[in-house]
């Protein structure tokens, strides 16, 4: 089940959602909700946020760490080579 884990137990895993996003000087600015196996999360707060990029094959992602409405704490990111957003881990 989605909420019981965590990123340590699937490393390799990529577990693409869904992300409602305010677009403001950029697209995908900030995000507002997020949807997990068909759950909503409403963003209360982002505790972090980062731009990594690999030195092997030059992937761009854009983290965010937020706490949710209902106090969880998730970490997820936007992977720019596949336009796509991807859940890194949950704790609740």
Known sequence: ???SFSAAVFPDKQIEIE???YSGYK?????RAIFIAGK???VVSI???FL???SDDRARRHYFHIRCSDASLICFYYDFE???WFLK???K
């Open 27 to 31: 697209a995908d600015e900030k995000p």
């Open 82 to 84: 596949k336009d796509k």
């Open 19 to 21: 992300v409602q996003s």
């Open 1 to 3: 089940m989605i909420d």
């Open 52 to 54: 990594t990029e690999s």
């Open 89 to 91: 881990g949950k704790a």
């Open 47 to 49: 505790t972090d946020s």
């Open 40 to 42: 909503r999360y409403d």
